[in-house]
């Protein structure tokens, strides 16, 4: 079963957020009523990788029994707000990752996480084949290691798997584990590097070159569309029903950046998604798949409603966290707060890293490869403090942000836009955001922090018929649902217009 959902609630309705990150998981309960979306906090849980059968894999049988807890409760959460359940249910992950279905609806092996070394040197021999410019053209995504078109090149189950097996993306496998359908949601297989670039289409030149079978795919489906309805068993065994399960932007940065708060003056719409690592680029109508694009390391993700991500990954709050982390390991008690207040006082355009530099990449003992990459502006030889080294490092990520937005205008041949957007856990970052406002000239919008939930709920809410199916209704009522904070540039701002 798929296709659109039937006409939905008019009043308060309650709906289930699946989000799965890389280190851990939730499930959000969404209270919609009154034009605004409410985001309740069900379950929270950890995500462990563990090396089975020699591969780096994640625990889905672990995910999928935290899960279970959650939907459970999120059920429980809207009864005790006088509503009668959940009205739908909706899955996001990180992506890439893939587990193996067989005919008989078993897991065939582990789901091998995109950090297993696997994939090593087979961009490389891939690229024999079909050069990597070729794939950028086809794709208009960037050639990352981890990315799914290498894990499947190096998957040597693939040659004797049964008859019948589909390779599910992980929020498609959750979605199977709920409904028993099959299906292939279109945000996220744009990641996989195999879809046509700007088509729900994989491309055959590709899967060609890297022996794949284009049947050991699920058919797409889009944000929005009901992919079915949670099987009776389960739905009786966790007291939840038989509630629909609507597809939405799978892949975690899809719907983050649909929760972006931007208004329709704001087209293109600038966007950081940020946290451990910054995903920082624009929403366009159509993909970047040029040369030039490809040098620069940019990468096209389909978002929800046929947009395209424009993005680039680039360093984040990992050099502050990490630091943090070495200094506690010393014995210091440090408070990320009082160590972010300490930093906007002292003087600052003292020191730069490069935090793109691959150096930064690996964890352990981050603070003194900063320290000790720290190019001086002035007289000082390199940061003393805590407090001067984290103002090292969000100066320098504030004008990385800067040339990155920058290039990326000049890449999709826009103007720079009036206000860049910050959400995801980042945008509480004050110091960072009037930086990045003072670096680019631009006004920053910071919020909202739980973006990702925002957006899987609103295009539930949207499905169900709660939400109207015209553009800037999603964004207006997430601008109605959160509050936003606006940094604007300080009179010695660096920015270019």
Not at 187 to 205: F, R, Y
Not at 452 to 473: C, F, H, K, M, Y
Request: proline residues 6%.
């Amino acid at each position: 079963m798929s296709g659109a959902a039937a006409a939905g609630p008019t009043g308060p309705h309650a709906v289930a957020a699946i989000d799965l990150g890389a280190t851990s998981g939730r499930v959000m309960l969404g209270v919609v009523s009154r034009g605004r979306i409410e985001l309740i906090g069900a379950h929270r849980f950890e995500n462990r990788l563990e090396t089975r059968e020699g591969h780096l894999s994640w625990d889905l049988d672990a995910l999928w029994a935290e899960i279970q807890h959650g939907l459970s409760a999120a059920h429980d959460l809207a009864l005790v707000r006088g509503l009668p359940g959940l009205s739908s249910i909706g899955v996001d992950s990180w992506a890439v990752d893939y587990a193996l279905i067989g005919p008989d609806g078993e897991r065939v092996g582990e789901v091998i996480a995109y950090r297993d070394d696997r994939t090593d040197a087979v961009a490389d021999r891939l690229a024999e084949t079909i050069p990597a410019t070729r794939q950028f053209a086809l794709t208009g995504i960037a050639q990352q290691p981890f990315n799914t078109l290498y894990q499947l090149a190096a998957d040597d189950r693939l040659a004797d798997l049964p008859a019948g097996t589909t390779a599910l993306l992980v929020p498609d496998a959750i979605g199977f584990l709920l409904t028993g359908e099959r299906r292939t949601e279109l945000t996220n297989a744009s990641t996989t590097g195999m879809l046509a670039a700007g088509e729900a289409a994989w491309s055959p030149e590709i899967l060609a070159a890297a022996g794949v079978d284009e049947g050991l795919f699920a058919p797409f489906i889009a944000p929005g569309e009901v992919l079915g309805t949670v099987r009776p068993e389960l739905g009786a065994h966790l007291g939840i029903g038989e509630v629909p399960v609507i597809a939405v932007g799978s892949h975690d940065t899809a719907s983050a950046v649909l929760a972006v708060p931007a208004r329709e003056e704001d087209a293109p719409v600038a966007f950081i998604s940020s946290g451990t690592w910054s995903l920082i680029g624009l929403e366009l109508a159509a993909p970047v798949a040029t040369e030039a694009a490809h040098r620069a390391g940019f990468t096209n993700e389909g978002g929800v409603d046929g947009t395209v991500r424009f993005l680039k990954n680039v360093a984040g709050m990992w050099l502050v966290s990490e630091s943090i982390r070495q200094w506690e390991e010393s014995g210091a008690r440090v408070d990320l707060d009082d160590l972010l207040a300490a930093a906007a006082v002292v003087p600052g355009n003292r020191f730069r890293i490069d935090p793109t530099d691959p150096q930064f990449l690996t964890p352990g003992r981050i603070a003194d490869r900063v320290r000790d990459a720290a190019r001086p502006l002035g007289e000082d030889e390199f940061p003393r403090t805590p407090a001067e080294l984290v103002r090292c490092i969000l100066e320098s990520l504030a004008e990385t942000y800067r040339d990155e937005l920058q290039a990326a205008c000049r890449l999709a041949r826009v103007a720079l836009p009036d206000r860049l957007h910050v959400v995801g856990g980042g945008s509480r970052n004050a110091l960072l955001n009037q930086l990045t406002a003072d670096a680019l000239g631009i006004e920053v919008i910071a919020g909202p922090m739980e973006a990702t939930a925002l957006g899987n709920v609103a295009i539930q809410s949207r499905a169900l018929g709660a939400v109207p199916d015209e553009p800037g209704a999603i964004r207006h009522l997430v601008r109605a649902s959160v509050e936003l904070a606006g940094f604007t540039p300080s009179s010695g701002g660096q920015g270019e217009r």
